[in-house]
């Protein structure tokens, strides 16, 4: 074989090396990050379970913990969509083994219960307490840092951090006009005052 034919075969295998090593690392990533905590998945199986409980969403006197919880024994695959960025669902696993409560001070999404399917659309039920860069449904190492947010009539936002206040007050108002009083309103968006 010629030494200008070596080089090529050369050149192109460490090509193609760098860009299984970039599809095994990009694959890993998804796996590990993205999609992991899949709002949309919460989103569809609380519409499934309003629907199976005449327009109701999940409600629990305990808090909003525990809606979820009750939502979560329904239906024990949303334990992933039910929990926000950086968070395995261990605070849901334990309070099922143990039949305890879980308190909202430890559940990584907040969870707006009260709420039925014929409250305004645009009313948000569920959203990550903490924002991460690119959003949990689309993580990476850079971006700005975004809130996934789950709306009603079943669709997903991305909310930057610098919006948060504005959309917090948005939602304040919206939760007001659906029978909320403010003091509970500002309970899910201390942000909106």
Same mark, same amino acid.
């Given at each position: 074989?010629?030494?200008?034919?070596?080089?090529?075969?050369?050149?192109?295998?460490?090509?193609?090396?760098?860009?299984?090593?970039?599809?095994?690392?990009?694959?890993?990533?998804?796996?590990?990050?993205?999609?992991?905590?899949?709002?949309?998945?919460?989103?569809?199986?609380?519409?499934?379970?309003?629907?199976?409980?005449?327009?109701?969403?999940?409600?629990?006197?305990?808090?909003?913990?525990?809606?979820?919880?009750?939502?979560?024994?329904?239906?024990?695959?949303?334990? #992933? /969509?039910?929990? *926000?960025? &950086?968070?395995?669902?261990?605070?849901?696993?334990?309070? !099922?083994?143990?039949? $305890?409560?879980?308190?909202?001070?430890?559940?990584?999404?907040?969870?707006?219960?009260?709420?039925?399917?014929?409250?305004?659309?645009?009313?948000?039920?569920?959203?990550?307490? #903490? /924002?991460?860069? *690119?959003? &949990?449904?689309?993580?990476?190492?850079?971006?700005?840092? !975004?809130?996934?947010? $789950?709306?009603?009539?079943?669709?997903?936002?991305?909310?930057?951090?610098?919006?948060?206040?504005?959309?917090?007050?948005?939602?304040?108002?919206?939760?007001?006009?659906?029978?909320? /009083?403010?003091?509970?309103?500002?309970?899910?968006?201390?942000?909106?005052?």
């Amino acid at each position: 074989m010629k030494t200008r034919a070596k080089k090529i075969l050369l050149v192109g295998a460490i090509f193609l090396g760098v860009l299984v090593g970039l599809a095994g690392t990009w694959l890993w990533y998804l796996n590990n990050y993205v999609h992991r905590h899949c709002i949309k998945q919460a989103s569809l199986a609380l519409k499934i379970y309003s629907s199976d409980h005449f327009g109701n969403f999940p409600f629990s006197t305990n808090g909003f913990g525990d809606a979820l919880l009750i939502f979560l024994k329904e239906d024990p695959t949303v334990i #992933n /969509s039910i929990c *926000g960025p &950086d968070d395995d669902g261990q605070i849901f696993k334990e309070a !099922l083994k143990n039949n $305890s409560i879980v308190p909202e001070d430890q559940c990584s999404r907040v969870y707006i219960q009260g709420l039925s399917e014929s409250n305004d659309p645009g009313i948000c039920i569920l959203f990550d307490k #903490n /924002s991460c860069k *690119g959003g &949990d449904h689309g993580r990476s190492p850079w971006g700005p840092l !975004l809130r996934e947010v $789950s709306l009603l009539d079943g669709s997903m936002k991305y909310i930057r951090d610098e919006d948060w206040r504005e959309f917090s007050r948005q939602q304040v108002e919206l939760l007001v006009a659906a029978g909320f /009083s403010r003091t509970n309103a500002l309970h899910f968006y201390p942000a909106g005052k």
